[in-house]
């Protein structure tokens, strides 16, 4: 292979990333506050609650399936921290007369009813064999519907400080948000690389036949995937909940298709099998990074869906570009 | 009119380190049925497939009518007047019949300016088709809605629709009942006397006495000659079709076989009633037996079935002396089973990890810290010592498994059983696809388990590894169980006459 090639190479296989790059270091140079520490700060926590959403997808990506109900599950813990963690004296508090709940239960409720759906979801997929893409697309519109009868369609606030205090508070300078979310990338790292579920993992992302052949429980390996990428939903409703003050039914609506992209832009493959935690922290981080560019350059909402959507599309091309190439 | 309907003629064909045909004749007789013969892989499949123009054959001329013909694929094949009923019939069973029949040439009607399908001329003519082999089903009907045999038959009658001169059927009974066979050979009969010629593939003695008559023999991609079935003796032909003098070298066999019964199978039987029947043997402690067949005989679906990749309605398995449900892979490794697939591809590698992740995927339950943590260091020694054992060409233990040789590929998977010190390790073609040198190496890593007292199933086609391996050999056919011969009596010509005891 001659040097010539091998760049080509590396452009193509990384060229989505090399391009968003140029953009951000275009927007950074032509607009002053980009690089701020106040916009940096801004970004790592935008991108802390998407990147804990993405490490749970991720998992559903490796082995050749995927989680639409995401985003609805983001929503509806969102919503259920929202109504147990208002304050006392707020007028439109929705369960008038219950006391001030543990934070540390509230999630944990919020963690419980996800993972029920997530187990429903790694039910539907391992044992009624159901394509994951219809069985995730069905939970979302079960979720979505649940969200509404729980909370009427009230828009939830007047939050308790030290609920919100998780999202705008700071050790040393740094993030709540940034620092949950780096433990829980560390912890996923280890189950990703030092845990027999995490080898299962890639083994049915390989090659699901197998993985069965070898011994590989596979549907409890899936179970267990849905329920931890529904128990990192959670987490991240109850965050994205503290930092916005307020939750309503539409909060995380589409959250799930930003983090597949995310997945893919970073390398997670849609063929099953490749992904490393460090490609969703890239993926999302650079994804993030671009919805703040196109910000800071202006371009209106509207354009930005459009942009957001061509390079979803791209991505995913040039990822099933490498898997062919491999045949 | 020329002598035959068909030539063949000094066809070859090679595939990257194979002769799949050496220089291989055929001639077909107009209106006569032609019956072409040769062992699993003497490369009657690849011949067809050079006719149908699936393959770019690189010497040889085909001649229909006495005019040469170039073919360069399936459809043009079609429209010269050659049609094949394959093995496995790949129809669209959710359309109907006629659309099956019409299906890529659709009768068009206009309408205004838009061609449409003609749905009523199609189901007339599939209809008048259909009667004139003597077939009258609905055109109508849903094609999943027949049987097998009744599927074949429309495909008949779709060749004899495109006026067909030739017809291959390419082992069309292997899944027909007597009634059924009945009903093909009538229509066959029906065909040669309107002069269509066909080419009868299949391993049946008695049906090539009923139906052919001429034969072609074909042996490791040689041609050997062409008979009237009236001139040749069934044990000519099966001398003829395995007449070649062993030239694969075998490592010595080690009388290493004891009488300690490791594995025994009860009568089982398959869920599917088409599968393996009533199968009873016993498997003895450092005992390498061969499990020998044609395609079809449903070796693999009998070792699949014991491994708990596949349901049993009825049988036992015993394993040490005590009965065990095999009902999934994870019951069977934990009976002390390890099962090195056929379709390595498919169920063998994983094809996007690396060798390590490939090695060790089936054992990391012995490699628990805490019973939780992975002890990635002992991983990867027992990695490092599979590699080293067997072997195992590769840069790095971290090189992914489908960059690999097939040869250094399977004996990853081999380490993948040998990690989980399996009492019983079942081998379903272990050396297919595999460079000579590196057979040598797995049939000697076959006869050091053996040494150790593992116990070893191996299934294949090779006759020629099947008696240079094996300390006793089963033979299959249909299904069944048809004999048992000890190593040291087995010739290809005993064993090919249990493999075709119909």
Same mark, same amino acid.
């Given at each position: 292979m001659t040097k010539k090639t091998d760049i080509k190479k590396i452009l193509l296989d990384n060229g989505i990333i090399l391009v968003l790059l140029l953009l951000v270091l275009v927007t950074g140079i032509t607009k002053d506050n980009f690089f701020s520490l106040n916009n940096l700060s801004n970004i790592s926590v935008n991108t802390a609650a998407r990147v804990i959403i993405a490490f749970g997808v991720s998992g559903c990506l490796i082995t050749r399936g995927t989680d639409l109900s995401a985003g609805r599950q983001v929503g509806l813990s969102a919503c259920i921290a929202g109504t147990l963690l208002q304050s006392a004296d707020y007028s439109g508090k929705f369960f008038k007369g219950v006391g001030d709940l543990p934070i540390p239960l509230v999630l944990l409720t919020c963690i419980l009813v996800c993972c029920i759906f997530g187990m429903i979801n790694g039910i539907v997929i391992s044992w009624l064999n159901v394509p994951a893409f219809i069985g995730t697309l069905g939970m979302q519109l079960v979720v979505y519907g649940i969200c509404l009868v729980y909370t009427k369609a009230t828009p939830l606030g007047g939050y308790r400080r030290a609920y919100t205090t998780i999202a705008t508070g700071r050790l040393f300078g740094i993030p709540y948000m940034f620092i949950i979310a780096f433990?829980?990338?560390?912890?996923?790292?280890?189950?990703?690389?030092?845990?027999?579920?995490?080898?299962?993992?890639?083994?049915?992302?390989?090659?699901?036949?197998?993985?069965?052949?070898?011994?590989?429980?596979?549907?409890?390996?899936?179970?267990?995937?849905?329920?931890?990428?529904?128990?990192?939903?959670?987490?991240?409703?109850?965050?994205?909940?503290?930092?916005?003050?307020?939750?309503?039914?539409?909060?995380?609506?589409?959250?799930?298709?930003?983090?597949?992209?995310?997945?893919?832009?970073?390398?997670?493959?849609?063929?099953?099998?490749?992904?490393?935690?460090?490609?969703?922290?890239?993926?999302?981080?650079?994804?993030?990074?671009?919805?703040?560019?196109?910000?800071?350059?202006?371009?209106?909402?509207?354009?930005?869906?459009?942009?957001?959507?061509?390079?979803?599309?791209?991505?995913?091309?040039?990822?099933?570009?490498?898997?062919i190439a491999k045949k | 009119m020329a002598e035959y309907r068909l030539e063949m003629k000094g066809v070859s064909k090679s595939f990257p380190g194979v002769k799949a045909l050496d220089k291989i004749n055929l001639k077909v007789r107009p209106g006569s049925v032609h019956a072409l013969m040769g062992e699993n892989g003497a490369g009657k499949s690849t011949l067809m497939k050079c006719l149908f123009g699936i393959y770019k054959m690189d010497e040889g001329e085909i001649f229909l009518d006495g005019e040469k013909l170039q073919i360069l694929n399936p459809n043009d094949a079609l429209h010269k007047g050659l049609a094949m009923v394959h093995q496995e019939l790949q129809p669209i069973p959710e359309r109907t019949i006629a659309e099956n029949m019409y299906l890529g040439r659709y009768p068009m009607a206009g309408m205004g300016p838009l061609k449409v399908i003609d749905h009523k001329k199609m189901n007339?003519?599939?209809?008048?088709?259909?009667?004139?082999?003597?077939?009258?089903?609905?055109?109508?009907?849903?094609?999943?809605?027949?049987?097998?045999?009744?599927?074949?038959?429309?495909?008949?009658?779709?060749?004899?629709?495109?006026?067909?001169?030739?017809?291959?059927?390419?082992?069309?009974?292997?899944?027909?009942?007597?009634?059924?066979?009945?009903?093909?050979?009538?229509?066959?009969?029906?065909?040669?006397?309107?002069?269509?010629?066909?080419i009868y593939i299949s391993h049946k003695m008695a049906e090539i006495r009923e139906i052919a008559d001429d034969i072609t023999i074909m042996r490791d991609g040689t041609y050997v000659g062409t008979w009237e079935v009236k001139d040749i003796s069934d044990d000519e032909i099966v001398r003829q079709m395995v007449g070649r003098e062993l030239t694969n070298v075998y490592p010595p066999q080690e009388a290493t076989a004891t009488?300690?019964?490791?594995?025994?199978?009860?009568?089982?039987?398959?869920?599917?009633?088409r599968s393996f029947q009533n199968v009873s043997f016993q498997l003895r402690k450092g005992e390498i037996l061969g499990f020998g067949g044609l395609v079809g005989a449903q070796r693999t679906e009998l070792m699949e079935a014991v491994?708990?990749?596949?349901?049993?309605?009825?049988?036992?398995?015993?394993? $040490?002396?005590?009965? =065990?449900? @095999?009902? &999934?892979?994870?019951?069977?490794?934990? %009976?002390?089973?390890? !099962?090195?697939?056929?379709?390595?591809?498919?169920?063998?590698?994983?094809?996007?990890?690396?060798?390590?992740?490939?090695?060790?995927?089936?054992?990391?339950?012995?490699?628990?810290?805490?019973?939780?943590?992975?002890?990635?260091?002992?991983?990867?020694?027992?990695?490092?010592?599979?590699?080293?054992?067997?072997?195992?060409?590769?840069?790095?233990?971290?090189?992914?498994?489908?960059?690999?040789?097939?040869? $250094?590929?399977?004996? =990853?998977? @081999?380490? &993948?059983?040998?990690?989980?010190?399996? %009492?019983?390790?079942? !081998?379903?073609?272990?050396t297919r696809g595999i460079d000579v040198g590196a057979k040598y190496e797995i049939y000697q890593i076959m006869i050091n388990l053996a040494r150790q007292g593992k116990a070893i199933i191996m299934i294949s086609s090779e006759m020629p590894e099947l008696i240079g391996m094996s300390h006793r050999i089963m033979v299959m056919c249909g299904g069944r169980l048809t004999g048992e011969v000890s190593g040291h009596e087995a010739t290809q010509e005993n064993i090919m006459s249990l493999a075709t005891r119909f």
């Amino acid at each position: 292979m001659t040097k010539k090639t091998d760049i080509k190479k590396i452009l193509l296989d990384n060229g989505i990333i090399l391009v968003l790059l140029l953009l951000v270091l275009v927007t950074g140079i032509t607009k002053d506050n980009f690089f701020s520490l106040n916009n940096l700060s801004n970004i790592s926590v935008n991108t802390a609650a998407r990147v804990i959403i993405a490490f749970g997808v991720s998992g559903c990506l490796i082995t050749r399936g995927t989680d639409l109900s995401a985003g609805r599950q983001v929503g509806l813990s969102a919503c259920i921290a929202g109504t147990l963690l208002q304050s006392a004296d707020y007028s439109g508090k929705f369960f008038k007369g219950v006391g001030d709940l543990p934070i540390p239960l509230v999630l944990l409720t919020c963690i419980l009813v996800c993972c029920i759906f997530g187990m429903i979801n790694g039910i539907v997929i391992s044992w009624l064999n159901v394509p994951a893409f219809i069985g995730t697309l069905g939970m979302q519109l079960v979720v979505y519907g649940i969200c509404l009868v729980y909370t009427k369609a009230t828009p939830l606030g007047g939050y308790r400080r030290a609920y919100t205090t998780i999202a705008t508070g700071r050790l040393f300078g740094i993030p709540y948000m940034f620092i949950i979310a780096f433990a829980i990338g560390l912890l996923m790292w280890f189950i990703y690389n030092y845990t027999r579920h995490g080898k299962y993992m890639y083994a049915i992302g390989g090659n699901e036949a197998a993985a069965e052949v070898s011994g590989v429980n596979v549907k409890k390996t899936k179970i267990i995937i849905y329920m931890t990428a529904a128990a990192l939903y959670a987490v991240a409703g109850f965050l994205l909940g503290a930092k916005s003050g307020g939750a309503s039914v539409n909060m995380g609506n589409g959250y799930e298709l930003e983090a597949i992209a995310a997945c893919t832009i970073g390398g997670v493959s849609v063929n099953g099998g490749i992904g490393r935690i460090s490609s969703v922290v890239i993926g999302v981080l650079v994804f993030e990074l671009l919805k703040s560019s196109m910000q800071f350059l202006g371009i209106p909402t509207d354009y930005q869906y459009i942009v957001q959507g061509v390079v979803i599309i791209v991505a995913i091309a040039l990822d099933i570009r490498k898997y062919i190439a491999k045949k | 009119m020329a002598e035959y309907r068909l030539e063949m003629k000094g066809v070859s064909k090679s595939f990257p380190g194979v002769k799949a045909l050496d220089k291989i004749n055929l001639k077909v007789r107009p209106g006569s049925v032609h019956a072409l013969m040769g062992e699993n892989g003497a490369g009657k499949s690849t011949l067809m497939k050079c006719l149908f123009g699936i393959y770019k054959m690189d010497e040889g001329e085909i001649f229909l009518d006495g005019e040469k013909l170039q073919i360069l694929n399936p459809n043009d094949a079609l429209h010269k007047g050659l049609a094949m009923v394959h093995q496995e019939l790949q129809p669209i069973p959710e359309r109907t019949i006629a659309e099956n029949m019409y299906l890529g040439r659709y009768p068009m009607a206009g309408m205004g300016p838009l061609k449409v399908i003609d749905h009523k001329k199609m189901n007339q003519e599939a209809a008048f088709w259909l009667d004139n082999v003597k077939m009258p089903y609905d055109p109508k009907a849903k094609l999943g809605s027949l049987s097998i045999a009744q599927m074949q038959s429309v495909e008949i009658a779709k060749a004899v629709s495109m006026s067909a001169k030739v017809v291959i059927l390419d082992e069309p009974t292997s899944s027909l009942t007597d009634n059924e066979v009945e009903a093909l050979f009538r229509i066959v009969r029906d065909l040669k006397t309107r002069g269509v010629s066909m080419i009868y593939i299949s391993h049946k003695m008695a049906e090539i006495r009923e139906i052919a008559d001429d034969i072609t023999i074909m042996r490791d991609g040689t041609y050997v000659g062409t008979w009237e079935v009236k001139d040749i003796s069934d044990d000519e032909i099966v001398r003829q079709m395995v007449g070649r003098e062993l030239t694969n070298v075998y490592p010595p066999q080690e009388a290493t076989a004891t009488d300690e019964v490791i594995l025994e199978v009860k009568n089982l039987c398959s869920i599917n009633s088409r599968s393996f029947q009533n199968v009873s043997f016993q498997l003895r402690k450092g005992e390498i037996l061969g499990f020998g067949g044609l395609v079809g005989a449903q070796r693999t679906e009998l070792m699949e079935a014991v491994f708990g990749m596949r349901g049993i309605r009825s049988g036992e398995v015993i394993v $040490n002396g005590r009965q =065990v449900q @095999i009902t &999934r892979p994870r019951d069977a490794i934990k %009976d002390g089973i390890g !099962m090195i697939t056929e379709d390595r591809r498919g169920t063998g590698i994983l094809g996007c990890l690396s060798i390590a992740d490939n090695v060790s995927i089936s054992s990391l339950n012995h490699y628990l810290k805490a019973g939780l943590v992975l002890d990635l260091k002992e991983i990867e020694e027992l990695v490092d010592e599979n590699v080293a054992k067997l072997s195992i060409k590769t840069p790095s233990n971290r090189t992914l498994i489908q960059s690999l040789s097939g040869g $250094n590929q399977q004996k =990853v998977i @081999i380490s &993948r059983w040998l990690a989980n010190n399996p %009492d019983v390790l079942i !081998m379903d073609e272990p050396t297919r696809g595999i460079d000579v040198g590196a057979k040598y190496e797995i049939y000697q890593i076959m006869i050091n388990l053996a040494r150790q007292g593992k116990a070893i199933i191996m299934i294949s086609s090779e006759m020629p590894e099947l008696i240079g391996m094996s300390h006793r050999i089963m033979v299959m056919c249909g299904g069944r169980l048809t004999g048992e011969v000890s190593g040291h009596e087995a010739t290809q010509e005993n064993i090919m006459s249990l493999a075709t005891r119909f």
